[in-house]
């Protein structure tokens, strides 16, 4: 039988390297979960290549400075590392990763972290790096001043990974067998911070407290007690943690300290970092020059106001126009497929209900969103190399500028850049906003921003309506249209941040203090690996949310049944069949004129049908509210299905629209959905997907919130309805206000 | 930090903000007597604090007080 795991916890400054670490540990083969209670995300991995005999658990977590979290992600952090989250076992060993090319302001955590008395294993990471700027190291005599074993690597390239893994493994042999102290009686408290005699005394007495409330963390009372002493934001953030007679006990000693002429604020951390300091001169030998570096180069220009901007603009551009013609090809390709599997289930068999239902409902339904798959990767694939390259960050604080006229920071611009692939891990990107206000507004606002779910949409409305032109010779139309549909979301976004920071939310944002991650080339792997990640929830969604919406319309589109009209419109047909056709020219009847007046009969019922099906008569109850933004009942029931999630509205489309088409059980004539809609007309015989038409709905798409998962996240981030229910209604309303501008001035323009 | 120019090497002498600000500068690296490098300055400050490279706002840029060291003008 296997021993449990040995968990071991990687913590650590953010961008020293930790992510790397973990990935080398456990071969890019992590579990992604929460913490629960919170959506902090929580990566978990087996150690690659352990005895199973004793197999090694790891868990990365959140980056962090410091013990003293300022945001949630830090919080988690913190809390694991102090026992505090019941779902989380005790780390068996906590390896903290530091950047030898950084070493101070590693060091500053990773003191405070040994401090706490677990078993700890410094990981000296970047090495190279640290070499390569001129910093030499003593690693035994980091060792010796720290108190703990050091190892040196270097986790990109994986040198010294190896000899980790054994510890690693060495460790776990000797948890199983008993010969480690996990319970940690042996350990020696380490204090790194020399504090004023006056300090040391309320710090005792808290501790002294602290050891009675809580015997099973005995050994962290010392630590605990230096932060709830040292922390200004403890009362806000730790009202429901302790006891109310300890925070008083808490407000006391502070008093006292101040009395005696000790600031408590900055006491413990001046101590520490002069420490630290005395430390980190000791163990390096420094030969650094500080000259200018590729990195500086690369920084004046990418983070130049005004070249920093047009390259930013240049990037977006590009992003969009590979989307839209690189991608064409294998969605082509995919249609195809979709086309027919489609016809060959229908002439395997044969007409029915469940023919209707597989062809119509699963296979067009759900095949008119998953032809998409290769532009969502394509979109994917230029987030992970934006946020890989290190590129992500530099854009953010570019953006800075731009944030601070709305009364934000650049920090959340992160949040809403990654919002262009999903709002949900854009949403949960908000965790590392330090004011609670900023955070709203950036969840309230991110949603705004056109994620991948409005690609299809954009995508079928531009093919169906925008019309192919060039534009300054290499830049299309339709390009550009996708291009400025994304920048209306940020526009937007922008807008409405400003509006809820001077109105509802308002308040100061606290200063910018941005860490930008050096520059990187991109690992091919993991960008891929990102890639794929999340275009499989992308298909994973297409195969469970979407499908069963589908078959849902498809129920709602086919029945009621009207058997009088159906006869009616069966009478027509048959007395075609029989009519004479007068001989053409040569004396020949021409097969296709039979075959375009069936064809015109049989659309004719599928619209008479359809009108008076279950969607039908949802399409014509929304009709007055949608009519004054040019749309029918029949798009009604595109957006009202959409309800649930964006990109239903282009299979509902595939069905709303292929429904005559599927009963002719001819493969050729089930053209693109694109197509179909190009030549749909209206009861006047007008063209029903104008220009205009085609960007009053994509306007309409760019604000509207038609996501239930975003309507989920919001409220597990923001912990109530309230958010949630206030961010529908505001952007349902402005969606529905913009799609009336744009329509009726397009239409006072003379436009449509 | 505000007031030098791009490509200088300067010594923190002095944190001015919030005492809760300072916590962060100091976690973050801008403890007293540490070196910095600024890196560019539009209207926020990049610069390189040991092998990190930190963005700050101008406002807490002035709050933060140097003294230069060496100018080392950046090649253009």
């Given at each position: 039988?296997?021993?449990?795991?040995?968990?071991?916890?990687l913590?650590g400054?953010p961008n020293c390297g930790k992510t790397t670490l973990f990935n080398a540990l456990t071969g890019l083969r992590a579990r992604v979960g929460?913490?629960?209670?919170?959506?902090?995300e929580r990566k978990e991995g087996a150690l690659r290549g352990a005895?199973?005999?004793?197999?090694v658990t790891l868990l990365d977590?959140p980056g962090?400075?410091?013990?003293?979290?300022?945001?949630?992600?830090?919080?988690?952090?913190?809390?694991?590392?102090?026992?505090?989250?019941?779902?989380?076992?005790?780390?068996?060993?906590?390896i903290?990763v530091?950047d030898?090319?950084?070493?101070?302001?590693?060091?500053?955590?990773?003191?405070?972290?040994?401090?706490?008395?677990?078993?700890?294993?410094?990981a000296?990471n970047m090495?190279d790096v640290?070499?390569?700027?001129?910093?030499?190291?003593?690693?035994?005599?980091?060792?010796?001043?720290?108190?703990?074993?050091?190892?040196?690597l270097v986790a990109s390239e994986g040198t010294g990974v190896a000899a980790l893994k054994?510890?690693l493994?060495?460790?776990?042999?000797?948890?199983?067998?008993?010969?480690?102290?996990?319970?940690?009686?042996?350990?020696?408290?380490?204090?790194?911070?020399?504090?004023?005699?006056?300090?040391?005394?309320?710090?005792?007495?808290?501790?002294?407290?602290?050891?009675?409330?809580?015997?099973?963390?005995?050994?962290?009372?010392?630590?605990?007690?230096?932060?709830?002493?040292?922390?200004?934001?403890?009362?806000?953030?730790?009202?429901?943690?302790?006891?109310?007679?300890?925070?008083?006990?808490?407000?006391?000693?502070?008093?006292?300290?101040?009395?005696?002429?000790?600031?408590?604020?900055?006491?413990?951390?001046?101590?520490?970092?002069?420490?630290?300091?005395?430390?980190?001169?000791?163990?390096?030998?420094?030969?650094?020059?500080?000259?200018?570096?590729?990195?500086?180069?690369?920084?004046?220009?990418?983070?130049?106001?005004?070249?920093?901007?047009?390259?930013?603009?240049?990037?977006?551009?590009?992003m969009?126009?590979t989307l839209?013609?690189f991608a064409?090809?294998p969605?082509?390709?995919?249609?195809?497929?979709?086309?027919?599997?489609?016809?060959?289930?229908?002439?395997?068999?044969?007409?029915?209900?469940?023919?209707?239902?597989?062809?119509?409902?699963?296979?067009?339904?759900?095949?008119?969103?998953?032809?998409?798959l290769p532009q969502i990767c394509l979109l994917f694939l230029f987030i992970a190399l934006l946020e890989d390259t290190g590129y992500m960050a530099?854009?953010?604080?570019?953006?800075?500028?731009?944030?601070?006229?709305?009364?934000?920071?650049?920090?959340?611009?992160?949040?809403?850049?990654s919002?262009f692939a999903c709002?949900?891990p854009?949403?949960?990107?908000?965790?590392?906003?330090?004011?609670?206000?900023?955070?709203?507004?950036?969840?309230?606002?991110?949603?705004?921003?056109?994620?991948s779910?409005?690609?299809?949409?954009?995508?079928?409305?531009?093919?169906?309506?925008?019309?192919?032109?060039?534009?300054?010779?290499?830049?299309?139309?339709?390009?550009?249209?996708?291009?400025?549909?994304?920048?209306?979301?940020?526009?937007?976004?922008?807008?409405?941040?400003?509006?809820?920071?001077?109105?509802?939310?308002?308040?100061?944002?606290?200063?910018?203090?941005?860490?930008?991650p050096p520059y990187k080339r991109p690992v091919v792997t993991v960008v891929l690996r990102h890639m794929w990640d999340r275009s499989k929830l992308f298909l994973h969604?297409?195969?469970?949310?979407?499908?069963?919406?589908?078959?849902?319309?498809?129920?709602?589109?086919?029945?009621?049944?009207?058997?009088?009209?159906?006869?009616?419109?069966?009478?027509?047909?048959?007395?075609?069949?029989?009519?004479?056709?007068?001989?053409?020219?040569?004396?020949?009847?021409?097969?296709?004129?039979?075959?375009?007046?069936?064809?015109?009969?049989?659309?004719?019922?599928?619209?008479?049908?359809?009108?008076?099906?279950?969607?039908?008569?949802?399409?014509?109850?929304?009709?007055?509210?949608?009519?004054?933004?040019?749309?029918?009942?029949?798009?009604?029931?595109?957006?009202?299905?959409?309800?649930?999630?964006?990109?239903?509205?282009?299979?509902?489309?595939?069905?709303?629209?292929?429904?005559?088409?599927?009963?002719?059980?001819?493969?050729?004539?089930?053209?693109?959905?694109?197509?179909?809609?190009?030549?749909?007309?209206?009861?006047?015989?007008?063209?029903?997907?104008?220009?205009?038409?085609?960007?009053?709905?994509?306007?309409?798409?760019?604000?509207?919130?038609?996501?239930?998962?975003?309507?989920?996240?919001?409220?597990?981030?923001?912990?109530?309805?309230?958010?949630?229910?206030?961010?529908?209604?505001?952007?349902?309303?402005?969606?529905?206000?913009?799609?009336?501008?744009?329509?009726?001035?397009?239409?006072?323009?003379?436009?449509? | 930090?505000?007031?030098?120019?791009?490509?200088?090497?300067?010594?923190?002498?002095?944190?001015?903000?919030?005492?809760?600000?300072?916590?962060?500068?100091?976690?973050?690296?801008?403890?007293?007597?540490?070196?910095?490098?600024?890196?560019?300055?539009?209207?926020?400050?990049?610069?390189?604090?040991?092998?990190?490279?930190?963005?700050?706002?101008?406002?807490?840029?002035?709050?933060?007080?140097?003294?230069?060291?060496?100018?080392?003008?950046?090649?253009?």
């Open positions: 039988m296997s021993a449990s795991p040995f968990t071991v916890v913590t400054n929460n913490y629960a209670g919170v959506t902090v005895d199973p005999q004793y197999p977590l962090t400075y410091s013990l003293s979290p300022q945001s949630l992600d830090e919080q988690i952090a913190r809390d694991v590392l102090f026992r505090r989250l019941a779902d989380v076992p005790e780390p068996a060993l906590v903290v530091l030898a090319s950084n070493l101070q302001r590693n060091l500053y955590y990773a003191t405070q972290v040994i401090e706490l008395g677990h078993p700890t294993l410094i000296l090495v640290a070499e390569a700027n001129g910093h030499q190291l003593d690693i035994d005599g980091l060792s010796k001043a720290l108190g703990v074993p050091v190892l040196p054994q510890i493994q060495q460790r776990a042999r000797e948890a199983a067998a008993g010969s480690t102290d996990p319970s940690g009686s042996a350990y020696q408290a380490r204090s790194f911070a020399e504090l004023p005699e006056v300090f040391g005394r309320e710090a005792q007495g808290i501790s002294a407290r602290l050891q009675s409330l809580y015997p099973h963390r005995q050994r962290l009372a010392d630590a605990e007690a230096l932060l709830l002493l040292s922390d200004d934001r403890v009362f806000n953030s730790h009202r429901d943690l302790y006891p109310a007679d300890l925070l008083e006990a808490v407000q006391a000693a502070r008093k006292r300290l101040e009395s005696a002429g000790v600031d408590w604020r900055s006491a413990a951390i001046e101590a520490r970092y002069a420490r630290v300091f005395a430390i980190a001169q000791h163990v390096t030998v420094e030969t650094a020059q500080f000259g200018e570096t590729f990195s500086d180069r690369m920084d004046r220009i990418l983070t130049h106001r005004v070249w920093g901007l047009l390259i930013f603009v240049g990037i977006m551009a590009l969009f126009q839209f013609s064409r090809i969605m082509d390709a995919l249609q195809a497929v979709v086309d027919h599997t489609a016809a060959l289930v229908a002439e395997l068999m044969g007409p029915g209900d469940l023919q209707s239902l597989l062809t119509g409902g699963v296979i067009k339904g759900v095949g008119a969103v998953v032809v998409f530099r854009a953010a604080f570019l953006m800075d500028r731009l944030m601070s006229r709305v009364g934000l920071h650049g920090k959340s611009f992160i949040p809403m850049l919002s709002a949900i854009g949403i949960m990107a908000t965790r590392t906003i330090e004011s609670s206000k900023d955070r709203l507004v950036t969840i309230l606002v991110a949603p705004l921003m056109s994620c779910a409005r690609l299809p949409v954009y995508t079928v409305l531009i093919a169906a309506c925008i019309p192919q032109r060039r534009i300054w010779g290499f830049l299309g139309l339709p390009g550009l249209t996708l291009l400025a549909m994304y920048l209306l979301g940020i526009v937007g976004a922008l807008g409405m941040a400003w509006l809820f920071k001077k109105t509802l939310l308002k308040g100061e944002p606290p200063p910018l203090i941005l860490e930008l969604r297409a195969g469970t949310v979407i499908l069963g919406i589908n078959i849902l319309l498809w129920f709602l589109v086919t029945y009621p049944r009207n058997e009088e009209l159906q006869a009616k419109y069966d009478r027509q047909l048959l007395a075609l069949s029989n009519s004479p056709i007068p001989p053409g020219p040569e004396g020949n009847i021409p097969e296709s004129i039979m075959g375009i007046r069936q064809a015109a009969v049989q659309r004719e019922m599928a619209g008479a049908l359809l009108r008076d099906s279950f969607a039908g008569r949802v399409g014509r109850f929304v009709e007055p509210v949608l009519r004054p933004l040019g749309f029918d009942w029949k798009i009604g029931i595109g957006i009202v299905a959409s309800f649930a999630a964006r990109e239903v509205f282009v299979s509902t489309m595939s069905l709303v629209y292929n429904l005559g088409e599927l009963d002719t059980h001819d493969a050729a004539a089930q053209s693109s959905l694109a197509e179909t809609l190009k030549g749909e007309r209206d009861e006047q015989n007008q063209t029903v997907f104008t220009p205009l038409k085609g960007v009053t709905l994509m306007v309409f798409y760019v604000f509207a919130l038609q996501c239930v998962s975003t309507v989920a996240i919001v409220r597990r981030e923001t912990n109530s309805w309230k958010w949630p229910l206030f961010q529908l209604v505001y952007m349902t309303a402005l969606a529905w206000v913009l799609a009336f501008i744009t329509y009726q001035g397009g239409r006072l323009l003379g436009w449509g | 930090m505000n007031k030098v120019r791009a490509g200088c090497v300067v010594v923190i002498k002095r944190l001015t903000a919030s005492p809760e600000t300072n916590q962060r500068l100091r976690e973050m690296g801008f403890g007293e007597e540490q070196r910095v490098k600024v890196v560019t300055l539009q209207n926020n400050v990049l610069c390189q604090v040991c092998n990190a490279r930190l963005g700050l706002s101008a406002k807490l840029a002035e709050s933060i007080l140097v003294q230069q060291t060496e100018l080392r003008r950046l090649a253009a």
